[in-house]
């Protein structure tokens, strides 16, 4: 899949050393743009960097960093604005959940995840939008979460994180608006990654949901095909479209229609 109109450009991608991530990193590449990489794990960094190199005639600038520590945040920016000559496009990919009711829920987990999936997101965010804006142009792609339109049980905290990066988009683009900088959300449903190595330590909600399962490929595929174009939102899959509707008009029906289906977890 190759899109055109990301030749030559630079693309920043968070949480980019596995999964979705990693996989938009490559598909950038292949559409000859440059990468500019960053996540806490440098092993993984460096191993996708090689790859990348081997098979692409692009650059790749890897930098290690945990966005939840805004000063770290800051810093790499910085360090990227002084080494790439401008960035065309940031990917907010970087971001966590568990899944837990709020009885059994930790403070110190619901801190991280609103630092990580948050504060981290519009952190970043900060740090691009004043050379897009000098430049009237660019695209910030955030990866929310159909969880973001639609709260099920056990993830009650993990969808509040998601609805504030929703809000967050949707005001962010009404601002960017006469900057020519497009601002697109993503909400895709579960995807076969190891985000439910974290989120789901029992297996059960995975083994519930596995046949409509995502994979990695799919969403990056889909978010690549339409960096720098006006795209409000991409919604995966399609159908859930359908129970996004259903739920903002008539929640109450919903949430007895599909009571059986949302404490999947």
């Known amino acids: 899949m190759i899109n055109d109109r990301l030749n030559g450009k630079n693309v920043v991608i968070t949480g980019a050393s596995s999964g979705i991530g990693a996989k938009i990193a490559v598909l950038c590449a292949q559409s000859g743009a440059n990468v500019i ?3 806490r794990s440098w092993d993984k960094l460096q191993t996708l960097k090689q790859e990348i190199e081997e098979n692409y005639p692009v650059s790749v600038w890897i930098y290690k960093l945990d966005i939840a520590n805004t000063d770290e945040i800051q810093r790499i920016f910085a360090q990227i604005t002084a080494e790439v000559p401008s ?9 966590f959940g568990i899944f837990e009711t709020v009885e059994e829920a930790k403070i110190e987990h619901a ?3 609103f630092e990580t999936n948050v504060i981290g997101l519009i952190g970043c965010t900060k740090m691009v939008l004043p050379g897009m804006k000098a430049r009237k142009q660019g695209h910030i792609i955030n990866i929310a979460s159909i969880a973001g339109k639609i709260a099920t049980p056990k993830s009650s905290i993990y969808s509040a994180t998601k609805h504030a990066v929703l809000g967050f988009t949707n005001a962010l683009r009404l601002e960017v608006a006469e900057d020519g900088i497009f601002v697109t959300a993503v909400n895709p449903g579960p995807i076969e990654t190891n985000f439910f190595n974290i989120a789901d330590q029992t297996g059960s909600y995975v083994k519930n949901v596995r046949k409509i399962m995502l994979s990695s490929d799919q969403v990056a595929g889909a978010v690549v095909k339409r960096m720098l174009s006006r795209t409000r939102e991409i919604n995966l899959p399609r159908w859930m479209n359908a129970g996004d509707v259903l739920f903002t008009l008539f929640p109450k029906t919903f949430e ?3 009571k059986k289906a949302i404490f999947k977890k």
Not at 87 to 95: C, F, R, T, Y
């Open 37 to 39: 990489l960053l996540a």
């Open 87 to 95: 960035i065309d496009v940031l990917v907010n990919n970087a971001g």
């Open 111 to 113: 801190k991280a995840m």
């Open 256 to 258: 007895r229609l599909g």
